[in-house]
């Protein structure tokens, strides 16, 4: 933290407690699979969630992301009939196939090849293996997780989910989306209805203290 002090943004910020309302958004969301599919979101504040996205982190400032709006019940219709399997109807898919709108994430790798082919950075190999993490997927998940927040703290429910990759190739006909751009996950949004808490919830929360390791692992 020391080195924030003196940056003109933050005068009168360190030392002060975290915001509440902040923790709150972080301690609220979680995963809602059931929506009231009468009640819209206004195109406002889609348009709000979608703009959090694009203040997400990247590598190099690469921004390789790519969102696809689904918020008319054709196109909404269309991607649950391509990314799940025909007459399979079961409790998550009613539930899920009630919001009103989808968001589906892309990650664009070749953004990354390009930026780091850019004279500060030099990579002109454009070699993958470079890439150890692809942070194109990293930095579109962290994209996400901000319309996940945002979505919380404007009183909606959000589930991040992923498209089944046999799925993927009539994903991509269906909407036209380009071979360059992977869908990492869809994420529904919507006003919640009453669900399902997830089972897999019965495995408990790794706490904070179970997964930091201090100085050394393992230590
Ligand atoms: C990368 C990723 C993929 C996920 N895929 C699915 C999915 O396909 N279907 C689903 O219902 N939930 C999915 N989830 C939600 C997780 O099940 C959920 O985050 C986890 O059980 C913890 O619950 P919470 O988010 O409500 O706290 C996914 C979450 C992430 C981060």
């Known amino acids: 933290m020391a080195r924030l002090v003196g940056h003109p943004a933050d005068r009168g910020r360190v030392g002060r407690p975290a915001s509440v309302e902040f923790a709150e958004v972080v301690r609220r969301r979680r995963m809602v699979r059931n929506y009231d599919a009468d009640?819209?979101?206004?195109?406002?504040?889609?348009?709000?969630?979608?703009?959090?996205?694009?203040?997400?982190?990247?590598?190099?400032?690469?921004?390789?992301?790519?969102?696809?709006?689904?918020d008319d019940a054709e196109s909404r219709d269309r991607f649950w009939a391509v990314t799940t399997t025909p007459g399979e109807v079961d409790g998550w898919l009613e539930g899920?196939?009630?919001?009103?709108?989808?968001?589906?994430?892309?990650?664009?790798?070749?953004?990354?090849?390009?930026?780091?082919?850019?004279?500060?950075?030099?990579?002109?190999?454009?070699?993958?293996?470079?890439?150890?993490?692809?942070?194109?997927?990293?930095?579109?998940?962290?994209?996400s997780l901000l319309?996940?927040?945002?979505?919380?703290?404007?009183?909606?429910?959000?589930?991040?989910?992923?498209?089944?990759?046999d799925r993927i190739p009539a994903y991509r006909a269906a909407f036209d989306v380009p071979e360059a751009y992977m869908p990492i996950g869809a994420?529904?949004?919507?006003?919640?209805?009453?669900?399902?808490?997830?089972?897999?919830?019965?495995?408990?929360?790794?706490?904070?203290?179970?997964?930091?390791?201090?100085g050394r692992w393992g230590g």
């Open 147 to 165: 319309i996940l927040l945002g979505a919380v703290d404007e009183g909606l429910g959000a589930c991040f989910f992923g498209v089944p990759p």
């Open 187 to 214: 994420i529904t949004i919507g006003y919640r209805a009453e669900d399902r808490r997830s089972p897999s919830l019965k495995r408990g929360r790794r706490e904070q203290p179970m997964v930091t390791h201090r």
């Open 96 to 143: 899920m196939s009630r919001a009103p709108v989808i968001v589906v994430a892309h990650s664009h790798r070749d953004a990354y090849l390009d930026r780091y082919a850019e004279p500060d950075k030099g990579w002109t190999d454009r070699d993958e293996a470079r890439w150890p993490v692809p942070y194109w997927h990293i930095d579109t998940g962290m994209a």
């Open 39 to 70: 009640r819209p979101v206004p195109a406002e504040v889609v348009d709000r969630l979608l703009g959090y996205a694009v203040h997400a982190p990247s590598a190099g400032f690469s921004q390789g992301w790519e969102f696809l709006l689904l």
